[in-house]
């Protein structure tokens, strides 16, 4: 397999974040589950009580000579409100707070810098968590791919933002 990078992005509920990102040229794998909780395995109907400490999480795999970590960052804000803490869309919920958690430490920086001259261009205080990654957990089987599987589902990102030129080719 080709080198790869790995970032864990939160943004609201896992399956419109994982259907957005599945699309883009340069992302190799996707999966969702909980990241950065104090509970091992957690269940979703446990990390949906919001006592787990969890938020509901996308594990990204990508190629990053196709795609630059600061690409994967543009993307993952245009989907976010970057300013709403504990709420995207209709979630409400310390478990769907947003968060950028790297696995690498030389994308501290980069991330760092890129959420430092966003904020520069709002009066708003962006509210995204940006960590190493404490844990991460795969939700169950059923999670995993779900919007594909479950066509009109429930959906808080308008997954028409991604441009047809950011879209992997067709098979």
């Known amino acids: 397999m080709t080198n790869y990078k790995t970032l864990f992005l939160a943004g609201g509920c896992f ?3 994982e259907a957005y990102f599945q699309q883009i040229e340069g992302v190799l794998n996707t999966g969702v589950g909980y990241a950065q909780g104090h509970v091992e395995e957690p269940t979703y109907q446990q990390v949906s ?3 787990t400490g969890h938020t509901e999480t996308v594990m990204i795999s990508y190629d990053p000579t196709i795609l630059e970590l600061t690409t994967l960052l543009d993307h993952f804000f ?22 950028i958690y790297y696995a690498h430490d030389e994308d501290l920086s980069v991330i760092l810098n890129y959420v430092k001259a966003l904020q520069k261009q709002s009066d708003q205080q962006i509210v995204v968590e940006v960590k190493t990654l404490e844990n991460y957990y795969r939700a169950e089987e059923y999670h995993q791919h779900y919007l594909d599987n479950n066509p009109g589902a429930y959906c808080h990102i308008d997954l028409s933002l991604l441009n047809d030129h950011e879209k992997k080719p067709a098979n």
Do not use: A, C, F
């Open 15 to 17: 399956w419109g974040v």
């Open 49 to 51: 009580s919001g006592n």
């Open 78 to 99: 245009r989907i976010i409100n970057p300013y709403s803490l504990n709420k995207q869309g209709n979630d409400v919920g310390t478990q769907y707070r947003s968060g």
